[in-house]
């Protein structure tokens, strides 16, 4: 979940297997599952990859495309996605089919087109659609605001938080607050993928050491801030929004779900 939080855009995989889509499409199945999680957790494009077309009956069937598509399509539609906006591609995760380039055991897929407002795109491929993601905008001129997706302990480095940064810019030198910890620290170095950055924008996903703090001080979920710059504060109150799955159908006295 924390990583799905993270994303600019979701694949949702669906395999196409007699059974498989079926399954997972159920009420409990986990295609659904992952559909409104991604929508809840505020991933507002996605992409739908119809895998395992290799083993439809017959295989790379234009039949069962179609039908998958047209489910997903109503489903997601309900959650909150516009389907128009959402590229359905026929592939076969084994044999490569459509996933680079366009195959041609399934002639009679003409490819996807999205209609949306920054743009429409077409294409025949997963990496082209892929390619077709529009950069949201990343609010650099904002607070600092980084929560912690996990805390590390690295031999000869210190404690390493990492997380993606939201909003603002976290820099080497910073002096950062983590609340609701209340901890105030500098950061002594940032890193992506391994190498050192001068500075962490909005939309990266990055490990940062700071100085005399204990992996015991800070944990998951704690948001880090520039402490000379509207740092992040505790609240009394805050207004949620409360995605229930698998509720009984109606909610009355004596309903204990996990929040």
């Known amino acids: 979940i924390t990583g799905t939080s993270q994303a600019d ?3 949702l995989i669906v395999a196409a297997g007699v059974g498989e889509f079926e399954a997972g499409i159920s009420k409990n199945g986990q295609t ?3 559909a409104l999680l991604a929508f809840t957790l505020g991933v507002k494009q996605l992409i739908v990859g119809v895998n395992k077309m290799d083993s439809t009956e017959p295989p790379y069937s234009e039949a069962r495309y179609n039908e998958i598509t047209k489910e997903v399509s109503t489903y997601i539609k309900k959650i909150g996605y516009n389907p128009k906006a959402v590229a359905f591609v026929p592939i076969s995760g084994w044999h490569g089919d459509s996933m680079l380039e366009p195959s041609d055991k399934m002639g009679w897929f003409k ?3 999205i209609e949306r407002k920054e743009g429409n ?5 997963l990496l082209e659609a892929l390619d077709a993601i529009v950069p949201p905008s990343r609010p650099t001129n904002r607070p600092l605001r980084l929560p912690l997706q996990d805390v590390y302990k690295i031999g000869g480095i210190g404690t390493v938080p990492v997380g993606r940064v939201e909003t603002g810019i976290l820099k080497p ?3 950062v607050t983590f609340a609701p910890a209340n901890l105030t620290t500098e950061v002594k170095s940032v890193e992506m993928h391994h190498e050192s ?3 962490a924008a909005p939309g990266d996903n990055v490990g940062f050491n700071i100085k005399n703090v204990s992996i015991k001080e800070i944990r998951r979920g704690n948001v ?3 402490s000379k710059n509207d740092p992040p504060l505790g609240a009394e109150n805050f207004t ?8 009984p159908g109606q909610i009355s006295q004596g309903y204990a779900p996990v929040l």
């Open 224 to 226: 880090a801030g520039d």
């Open 240 to 247: 949620a929004q409360v995605i229930i799955l698998n509720h």
């Open 173 to 175: 030198g910073t002096i």
């Open 9 to 11: 855009c979701g694949v």
């Open 111 to 113: 490819g996807w087109s």
């Open 32 to 34: 659904r599952e992952h």
């Open 121 to 125: 795109a077409t294409g025949k491929t």
């Open 197 to 199: 950055l001068a500075e």
